[in-house]
């Protein structure tokens, strides 16, 4: 009665510690009988690490030590986050029979409702055991905050293997949960309604993004205003292949044409196909989804948009009667009209379509090729360019892709009655050849949509421009480039343009862990990642993008830690010591920091050094004009008896406190509670 007593009283205070200091990431002798833990947890700062089975190392000849009773491993994520694993080496002793690790093996808790197992919690799937491929998966996510990998290895026999390593990533919850409304009473029916202020969303098969469940059933209507039609965007399909027939899997998603199951089916997924984009032909669209008790994938996660038909139309208009280009009918329509025309589902392209004379149209979609290049009509450095042609170059991405255009030659007839000084706004006004680029928006807390020149118009030689002009980013995923000549024959002279195009996401930007919505500019930059880079404007050098906010935020490891901020180079359009039009925002808060100025014009601003572990850089452009933008090289101060990046994310992850002494005072009672807990047993 003593002893277990004892027991539950050390239980609950060794757990109280656990969860009212979860920054603590120590080595502990758990409550679990017989085991020892490592903790790993999300401190606000640091959302990502390393983890590995003891003494592991890449080269042959090390391996991992036999008779480990248990080795927990515990990954605790804040309360609104997930837990993601991923395995990048994994070589556990073969089993002596199939599927049957009896000898060492990984047991994944993955469905944890509260932190902890016990001996009667279940693992969310049989041992794992073997190499990379005999495993098949090597991500796991948690369903909650926490997530628990048990570690077991026997005594018998020789261990010839050495162990596994692999990453963990904490994530926000909210990026893999369903935007609309569960219906009443049933597990997995959702609804989706277009709302005056909530026109797009994201809908996931169940437990997305782990593995969907056994014989699951789910519908997901999809709803729009009478003037509208859905469009809907296919960014992962993961499915267990059984058929090369959709019609006869057993796991399955179906889109239904309309309002329910009784409507047409346009489109059947049962494999492996990403990036698909299907449209409406009406107002409605309902999707289902199976699979049978076989073997389970990750299943599918979706984007949503409830589109205006008539805007697509009336946009492309206006683009066609701004530009004075008579666009022919395109036998594949970027758009629906009010009346009802075959659905589309979108699985490749571009397709060009051209009519020599009197205009031409080519489209080009990152649902198949996110990069290449493109040129005027028959194009050669050898000929002379095509007289009279009015064309337009389309690009369609997907939602939260951003288009870069960057033009390698242009040599276009100018009258020389034309200005002559190629700094002037003017240089190309009067003359009959040019390239205009063009881009559709929706003004900021407004629906409305207009059209922006993006640059400014391009004529005569590629060397009469600065560069910056030559290199371009839309700031949303549509862009259109008119190219336009004259009839004058006998003074043409060989040439014509050509450009490179490319889709990006994240802006193009390869430092720092983007937050939030994949289409926003956000991005987290971890002194346990790097010590020190550079961050610029988006599409630096060229000319940054109209309509933009990017944000930079930068976390030290320690509060003793700081970061500097160093400008390059600067030329943001902005006037007034109020900056009035495009800025740089800093600030040690996430909000605006009232002792810290806006820096805009063309004047170097001076370094600038953190106050704490915390400062945020922030980018702001409106719809006027545009500018190169910015370069600033960012550096973490060294803390004592630290020097590399690397010693810093080792020292972080041996670390028994983060922040302060008092975790060190947790942690040891932490300690001594478990030990004396184990000695019950």
Known sequence: ?????????????????????????????????????????????????????????????????????????????????????????????????????????????????????????????????????????????????????????????????????????????????????????????????????????QFFSPLYPQHYP??????????????????????????????????????????????????????????????????????DMTVTFESDSREERQGFAARYSFVERETTTSTDTLISSTLSVAVKTDPVPLSTTWAPVPPRVIPLLPYPTET?????????????????????????????????????????????????????????????????????????????????????????????????????????????????FLKLMSSGNKLTIHFKTDGRINKKENGGFQAKYQFIKGYGFQNGRQKGNISECKFEINATNTQEGFITSPNYPG???????????????????TVKIQFLNFSVVGYGPECLGDFVEVSNYKQLDKKLPLYCGKVVPKPIQSESLYFRVSFSSNDKIEDIGFKAKYTFSKLPGIGNGTEVAQSTNRATSKYNTYMNMYSALLLSFCQIYTQFY
């Open 214 to 283: 056994a014989s699951s059933n789910c519908i997901y209507t999809l709803r729009s205003q009478p003037h509208e039609h859905v469009v809907l965007t296919f960014t992962i399909v993961n499915m267990f292949k059984d058929t090369e027939m959709c019609e006869y899997s057993r796991d399955v998603i179906k889109v239904y044409d309309g309002a329910s199951t009784k409507n047409k089916i346009i489109a059947q997924l049962c494999k492996i196909e990403n990036n698909l984009l299907i449209e409406s032909t009406g107002s």
């Open 356 to 468: 020599e004379g009197e205009g031409c149209v080519y489209k080009y979609s990152s649902w198949k090729d996110r990069q290449g290049n493109f040129r005027s009509p028959n194009f050669d450095y050898k000929k002379p360019y095509m007289t009279n042609v009015d064309c337009q170059y389309i690009f369609l991405g997907q939602q939260e892709d951003k288009i870069q255009i960057t033009f390698t030659f242009i040599k276009l007839y100018r009258s020389s009655v034309a200005n002559n000084d190629p700094r002037d706004s003017s240089y190309c006004s009067n003359v009959g050849d040019y390239i205009e680029v063009y881009e559709n928006f929706t003004r900021r807390q407004s629906s409305t949509i207009e059209v922006h020149k993006v640059g400014r118009r391009l004529c005569d030689k590629l060397d009469a421009f600065e560069s910056k």
């Open 1 to 201: 009665m003593h002893q277990t007593l004892t027991k539950k009283i050390l239980l609950i205070v060794g757990y109280w510690v656990v969860l009212h200091h979860s920054n603590v990431q120590v080595v502990i002798s758990m409550v679990f009988p017989g085991c020892n833990c490592v903790v790993y947890t999300s401190s606000g700062a640091s959302h990502s690490g390393n983890f590995c089975s003891p003494n592991f190392k890449s080269s042959p000849g090390t391996t991992y030590p036999a008779g480990l009773q248990c080795i927990l491993y515990t990954f605790v994520a804040d309360y609104n986050q997930i837990v993601e694993l991923n395995f990048s080496e994994f070589d556990v002793r073969m089993p002596l029979t199939p599927l049957n690790c009896s000898l060492d093996y990984i047991r994944m808790f993955m469905d944890l409702e509260r932190l902890g197992i016990n001996e009667f919690t279940l693992p969310s799937y049989r041992p794992l055991c073997g190499n990379l491929t005999t495993i098949k998966q090597h991500t796991y996510f948690s369903s909650n905050r926490a997530m628990v990998l048990e570690f077991h290895t026997s005594s018998r026999g020789t261990i010839k293997n050495k162990g596994f390593r692999g990453t963990f990533t904490f994530h926000d919850k909210g990026k893999y949960q369903n935007t609309g409304n569960r219906v009443k009473d049933q597990i997995c029916q959702w609804n989706f309604e277009s709302r005056q202020y909530r026109k797009t969303g």
């Open 543 to 561: 000319l940054y993008p109209k309509q933009t906010v990017c944000d930079f935020e930068f976390y030290g490891i320690s509060k003793k830690q």
